[in-house]
């Protein structure tokens, strides 16, 4: 069946690195986009970053811009966060998403995301 | 980046219809999609491309859309439909809404 399995979450302190890892599975990961969408301890989802089907293109929230890094590798179907210079507002659990339709290569066309990933939760502090 | 507004609670008695709105200056002319989420659960996708339902989820939830606002209405709302729905869209980046919480009193 489809599904999105996060790893690599933990304890990590303030300016530290984490990578995060998701693994794709019954689908074709290669044909779609993929997306970060984090959640704070009770606060709301927040779009992270998004990734290309192919890598190609690359976009990210304001709030994470130069400091995390979205990429793939569909020889391996699977998905990737680097997140450096960690903060303690960086602090959640963090989903990777599929986006519902394949191919797409401009952001006004991204098409919502129908799968995710059971989430994997970060948690910055000294 | 642009903002989407979502009422921050809505309630409803069981088998009454439950509308939560979403109001952001680029849904003229982008899509907007609703998710449902409840505690300790990955989200869920409900209604994609304003209206559209995907397979699986129950008729009674449906999506609209007029002018800067779209709505997720939920009819004869059931106990197991209480949770977080959050609307979100895309234009120059992606953006969720602030998210609302649907009591079943």
């Known amino acids: 069946q489809v599904q999105l399995v996060e790893s690599g979450g933990g304890v990590v302190q303030p300016g530290r690195s984490l990578r995060l890892s998701c693994a794709a599975s019954g689908f074709t990961f290669s044909s779609y986009g993929m997306h970060w969408v984090r959640q704070a301890p009770g606060k709301g989802l927040e779009w992270v970053a998004v990734?290309?089907?192919?890598?190609?293109?690359?976009y990210y929230a304001d709030s994470v811009k130069g400091r995390f890094t979205i990429s793939r590798d569909n020889s391996k179907n699977t998905l990737y966060l680097q997140m450096n210079s960690l903060r303690a507002e960086d602090t959640a659990v963090y989903y990777c998403?599929?986006?519902?339709?394949?191919?797409?290569?401009?952001?006004?066309?991204?098409?919502?995301?129908?799968?995710w990933g059971q989430g994997t939760t970060v948690t910055v502090s000294s | 980046s642009y903002e989407l507004t979502q009422p921050p609670s809505v309630s409803v008695s069981p088998g009454q219809t439950a509308r939560i709105t979403c109001s952001g200056d680029?849904?003229?002319?982008?899509?907007a999609y609703w998710y449902q989420q409840k505690p300790g659960q990955a989200p869920v996708l409900v209604i994609y491309?304003?209206?559209e339902r995907p397979s699986g989820i129950p008729e009674r939830f449906s999506g609209s859309s007029s002018g800067t606002t779209v709505t997720l209405t939920i009819s004869g709302v059931q106990a197991e439909d209480e949770a977080d729905y959050y609307c979100?869209?895309?234009?120059?980046?992606?953006?969720f809404g602030g998210g609302t919480k649907l009591t079943v009193l």
């Open positions: 680029a849904l003229p002319k982008q899509y």
């Open positions: 990734i290309w089907y192919d890598g190609s293109n690359k």
């Open positions: 491309k304003d209206s």
């Open positions: 998403a599929r986006d519902r339709s394949p191919h797409i290569v401009v952001v006004t066309a991204l098409d919502g995301m129908d799968v």
């Open positions: 979100q869209s895309a234009d120059s980046s992606v953006v």
